[in-house]
């Protein structure tokens, strides 16, 4: 194998990779962008080189000539499905860790795979062209879906056929801004759908085996949450016909390396099922099946880029008990899966898990890149225990300092659905009721508490260093008696007799509370007049509520960025009279479109953008004024 090897990524990605290429004595190189300088992937690489941008073809392929690095490997994300890069590699005598050009450009055009795919035998979904969607009698709903690319990017769920114009237009914009290919197609939509993909492993001597499946099913806006290894309604004999399948399609596509062939099947059968898309790349959820299967796809990836063959055999494939992963994201999934931003505070990891992270405290997390800080792996003798292991593990980790998914996850694994195995591509979307975390009341109760704690050494008889908040002019202090729990309505909390509660100081800022005869250890941080509180996988930012009124009145009827973009669109106009829900500037962020709508029927006041202005988090685009 080779004796240097540079990771074309970053973040988790490239730590993943370096994890690897330490184990087998291998040298690594890490690029990194001027922001990325100090970044957890460039301290841990024997080797780092500056780059412009992690798109940048030549600077990545010439920091291989200058480190002396024999081959590349891309991770996944950025350029790992791009074939120019392989192209480059080629040129310049560096082995690309991934498969050849023209089996990446194949499988990296669906409309082609797809085609492929119908000649190798394996079922597809049914396909109309645009004058057959908007025929009479079309069957209905249908998906429009971006030609090149993936992440749910470039694709829209079409109802009946006058929303079909509307939603070809923004998946060709979205399409265009994330993959710079503004084709789409539009295939038949499965309601209620099981996503479940086949690893595949594809020598250059004609070899290729199959790894097991995955369930991904657990999605939101057409991304991954959850992934779990083997699924759990696929049997051995539906095992063996996804396993030829997706043989069958490597081979027809001349394919090397690792990659991944994804079906889309009925929720309740899944034996009706049909090609999706192949990702010929190492997917994010890897790690389910390496846990169940004891391999090491990276090592697997480099022995097939240096032209070794395979070590095992179809055969020799075994499978051990059952792994499931959660990926954590900087969003809010209260807010419809808007990414958030911030600086970490606090992290706290899990203990008797997998955790592939590249954040720790002092990380500050923007929309520049993918919003997943880390992924949250379990590994059980069946499905029951890796659940409840991988629950136990979101419990224990903290992330304090902006919004993310990790109480949204427990509550999702908290349901009787997921907990059955009763899976559909659709479930977040129809609303989760479940809650495995305290309520607004206990976490108010605990923020007064602890705000007190953190107060008092301070206070003394000197007013001036006071650290409540008060100040000797200007805006007044916050009372931490009435308190608003992550924008919810303010709850006045009485200590004084109301609440039986026990403190212990457990660690750096962690808080052992017992409220009520139940006790919990909550983290804490301070940051811009916000105290974080943290406690079973849940965190929740908490602060005096009549400094929130004062921010709330003075933002009244502001239409905000929820984060930094550029405005795409403006639907409305000034002086235009809108009803609640209608759109008024429309934001690309992160290569995705973001509708912000009017909150009530009103007046468009102001309107402070134009196509093509770049914006900040939170500034103000438009203020829509109530009509009487």
């Known amino acids: ?109 669906k409309l082609r795979a797809k085609a492929v795919a119908a000649e190798a035998g394996v079922p597809i979904v049914p396909s109309y062209s645009e004058e057959e969607a908007a025929a009479p009698g079309t069957p209905y709903p249908l998906l429009v879906k971006a030609a090149a690319g993936g992440g749910g990017r470039g694709m829209r769920v079409v109802a009946s056929p006058s929303e079909l114009p509307a939603a070809l237009a923004s998946a060709r914009r979205e399409a265009l801004a994330g993959f710079g290919d503004d084709r789409v197609f539009i295939e038949r939509f499965l309601p209620r759908a099981r996503h479940i993909e086949v690893q595949i492993l594809a020598d250059a001597h004609g070899n290729v085996i199959h790894l097991g499946e995955r369930e991904c099913s657990l999605q939101r806006r057409h991304q991954k949450v959850i992934e779990e290894s083997p699924s759990p309604v696929v049997d051995e004999s539906l095992r063996a016909q996804l396993g030829e399948e997706a043989v069958a399609l490597s081979r027809a596509g001349s394919y090397e390396g690792a990659g991944t062939v994804e079906f889309i099947a009925t929720a309740d059968d899944p034996s009706e099922h049909y090609f999706l898309e192949m990702n010929a790349r190492l997917q994010v959820e890897h790690p389910v099946t390496e846990l169940v299967c004891g391999l090491d796809l990276v090592e697997q990836q480099l022995r097939i880029a240096s032209g070794e063959e395979l070590g095992l055999s179809q055969a020799d494939v075994r499978f051990n008990g059952h792994a499931i992963e959660a990926r954590i994201n900087a969003e809010d999934a209260a807010q419809g899966f808007l990414p958030t931003t911030g600086r970490v505070l606090v992290y706290r990891r899990p203990s008797g898990v997998r955790v592939d992270d590249a954040i720790e405290a002092g990380t500050e997390v923007d929309t520049a890149y993918d919003s997943m800080l880390a992924k949250v792996i379990a590994h059980g003798s069946d499905r029951a225990s890796a659940l409840a292991a991988l629950d136990r593990a979101l419990a224990e980790t903290t992330i304090l300092g902006l919004t993310t998914t990790t109480g949204f996850l427990r509550s999702l694994l908290a349901t009787d659905d997921v907990a059955a195995g009763r899976l559909d591509t659709g479930l977040i979307e129809r609303g989760i009721a479940t809650s495995a975390l305290p309520g607004e009341e206990t976490v108010a109760t605990a923020a007064a508490i602890i705000s007190q704690i953190r107060q008092a050494p301070a206070h003394g008889d000197d007013p001036f260093a006071r650290t409540d908040g008060w100040r000797l002019s200007g805006r007044r202090a916050g009372s931490w008696s009435r308190l608003a729990v992550a924008g919810a309505p303010p709850l006045e909390i009485h200590l004084a007799g109301g609440n039986a509660y026990d403190t212990e100081v457990t660690g750096p800022n962690t808080t052992a509370l017992t409220i009520d005869g139940v006790r919990r250890e909550w983290s804490h941080a301070e940051h811009g007049g916000v105290l974080w509180l943290g406690a079973e996988g849940g965190a929740w930012p908490v602060r005096p509520s009549d400094l929130l009124e004062d921010e709330q009145a003075e933002a009244d009827g502001d239409l905000r960025a929820p984060m930094p973009g550029q405005v795409l669109l403006v639907p409305a106009a000034a002086g235009q009279t809108v009803s609640a829900g209608d759109p008024v500037v429309v934001l690309e962020s992160m290569k995705m479109e973001l509708v912000l709508t009017a909150p009530w029927d009103g007046v468009v006041a102001e309107l402070s953008v134009a196509v093509g202005d770049r914006v900040v988090v939170d500034q103000s685009l438009a203020r829509v004024e109530a009509v009487a």
Request: with cysteine; net charge negative.
């Open 1 to 109: 194998m080779a004796e240097r090897v540079l990771i074309a990524n970053r973040g988790e990605i490239a730590r993943r990779v370096i994890r690897t290429l330490d184990r087998l004595g291998i040298g690594s190189v890490a690029v990194s962008t001027p922001a990325d300088r100090d970044a957890l992937h460039v301290r841990e690489a024997g080797t780092a080189v500056t780059v412009s941008s992690y798109l940048a073809i030549e600077e990545i392929v010439e920091a291989c000539v200058q480190t002396g690095a024999v081959a590349l490997h891309p991770g996944y994300g950025f350029l790992s499905e791009n074939p120019d890069l392989a192209r480059a590699c080629q040129a310049a005598g560096v082995v690309f860790v991934g498969p050849p050009p023209a089996a990446s450009e194949l499988m990296g055009d």
